[in-house]
């Protein structure tokens, strides 16, 4: 059964690799990439994507969507991932064109065209989706499952000591996709250390395939195994793909809970915080009155807790050969 993809991304290194795994796969239909300001600027962003969409032999259409937070000025992360986005690659300028058209009108007519059946693919900061749940509600009942890479189940972040970057670009973004009741499952950052880290001798490997997909992903990477020795990793961490292929094969997520998550938008410590309510004390009468008067807060995502990395290595390496 064919699984029809609407990718949201802010295209670096990790998310062009995402983006490679969803248009090679077999089994996935990309019906549409959208934009969002992250990683790098959405116009750049956008021609990442048409340059990655070009090298798989695609014509899938690209539009570009907001390009700042709802709130906050935007802040990149090209120290991590180059000038441009890839590695300093410095790629050519793709022939494949901008899709006419805004994202967030894009996000709405493909998700009401095809209720039920669009599964929702999230990448970067979560502005695009926000503001189109703003401008339309009905979208959260029309996306079939959304697969958000963001957030960290508490436990350490990636930008502050507890939070992740695409969370914490936009945290109000956040907070109102995780409240809108779409059926979300988080895939946090901290999945894409450990035993998901590409090694130096499973990139070795990589380089001796050697098709232009798999130096792709070495060669847009490099900067990034070079930022990740300052976390002391020695390898490629890739959190991207490892939400793409639990988006394109669910069994690589092993274990999971629903859970009350929330995001802190306020602190200036904490933002971009995604609080998750592992125990679901705040679903308790009488746990929770300091934090709420007693309000029950019902469990709103499907939270991540363990991955099958050797899995997801599995079809990494397949979307290269």
Known sequence: MVTKLLIDTDTASDDAVALLMALRHPDAEVVAITIVSGNVE??????NARYTVELCGRRVPVFKGLDKPLLRPHENAKRFHGQDGLGNMNCPEPLLPLAEGHALDALIRFCAGQAGQMTLVTLGPLTNIAAALLREPRLAGWVK????????ANVIGNVTPSA???IWCD????????????KILMIGWEHSIGAAVLSPTEMKELEKIGTPYARFVLDCNRQVVESGREFGIEGMTLPDP??????LDRRICTRSIRAFVDVETLSELTRGETVVDRLGVLNQEGRSLVLGGGRRRE????????IDARRFKQILFQSVR
């Open 242 to 247: 490892v939400a793409m292929a639990i988006a």
């Open 42 to 47: 959405a116009e750049l962003g956008a021609r």
């Open 164 to 166: 992740e970057y695409n």
């Open 299 to 306: 469990a709103n995502v499907e939270v991540c807790l363990a």
């Open 145 to 152: 499952e959304a697969f958000v890479m963001g957030g960290a």
């Open 171 to 182: 945290p109000e973004a956040a907070r109102i996709v995780f409240h809108s009741g779409m």
